[in-house]
């Protein structure tokens, strides 16, 4: 029997997140996502003046939404999932934008357009070897500008801390291995200690750096996160002192020569 379309994403998602898209955008709410996920972003993305933005795998519009806010000029969000799309419709119908949505899997896209910036949080680690990297990679590299940039935050391959040891945060992440393709789970919690777990890929650091290369992106960086000052103000002295010296996620940029 041949699979449908809904299957293959699934299987490409390995996460099905149209089963689990309400509770992942109340997972955005915790405040290491705001303190330290979107810190780092942001201050990695840099000025988003009338810039034209691509955000892949953009999920509910969690990003999207606040890059038009910071001044883009335009946004176009792309996430394989229905549920995740649907969700960031709403919000658009609901408070209008100027966003657009697309329905699409990231590594078959081929939009005729090209942007100054390409957003892509947690795209990466969907990919579970080197060819899918290079695959996204060429997506990239093929809907920037020249001088264009590529930015995003991912699961940091070099993590090592214990599974429990972001818990506080209301989060663990447990790898299989270091294997390359090795599975990495994310549980998040709620306050009535339920959760959503996801699933997503180990590839080194080194096979990210070949495989964007390979692509045609370079100036290629890995960013530590950091902790918002405002952050820091608002719990005590040394809260963020987990999450900032193990680093469960990384920044990650590139441009197109
Ligand atoms: C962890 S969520 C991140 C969503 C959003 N970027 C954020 O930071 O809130 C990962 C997203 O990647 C999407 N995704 C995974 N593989 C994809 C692919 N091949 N093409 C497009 N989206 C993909 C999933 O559907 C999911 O919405």
């Known amino acids: 029997m041949k699979p449908n ?3 293959l994403n699934r299987h490409r998602m390995s996460t099905n997140y149209n089963a689990i898209a309400r509770e992942y955008q109340a997972s955005k709410m915790l405040p290491w996502r705001k303190h330290i996920e979107s810190y780092t972003f942001f201050q990695v993305v840099g000025d988003l ?3 034209h933005v691509l955000d892949l795998a953009c999920g509910e519009g969690f990003y999207t939404r606040q890059i038009k806010l910071r001044g883009a000029a335009e946004v176009v969000g792309v996430d394989i999932s229905d549920g995740m799309i ?3 419709k709403e919000a658009e119908a609901q408070n209008p934008l100027g966003l657009v949505y697309h329905c699409q899997d ?3 896209l081929n939009l005729d357009q090209k ?4 957003c892509a949080t947690y795209l990466l680690n969907y990919a579970q070897t080197a060819d ?3 695959r996204m990679g060429q997506v990239i590299a093929n809907h920037l500008k020249p001088g264009g940039r590529f930015v995003t935050i991912n699961s940091n391959p070099d993590y090592q801390a214990a599974v429990e040891a972001m818990f506080p945060y209301g989060f663990t992440r447990e790898n299989a291995d270091y294997s390359e393709g090795a599975e990495i789970t994310w549980r998040f919690y709620q306050s009535d200690m339920s959760h959503i777990a ?3 890929y180990h590839l080194a ?3 990210h750096e070949t495989a964007l290369s390979q692509a045609g992106l370079s100036a290629i960086q890995w960013h530590a996160v950091e902790a918002s000052p405002e952050g820091v103000a608002a719990h005590d002295e040394g809260y963020w002192n987990a999450i900032v010296s193990s680093q469960p996620i990384i920044g990650l940029s590139a441009s197109k020569a």
Do not use: H, M, P
Request: charged share 15%; glycine share 0%; proline share 0%.
């Open 115 to 118: 942007f100054d910036l390409i």
């Open 86 to 88: 649907q969700l960031a």
């Open 106 to 108: 990231a590594l078959l």
């Open 5 to 7: 379309q809904q299957d």
């Open 205 to 207: 650091k080194s096979t």
């Open 132 to 134: 899918e990297l290079f």
């Open 49 to 51: 003046s009338n810039l």
């Open 198 to 200: 996801v699933t997503n």
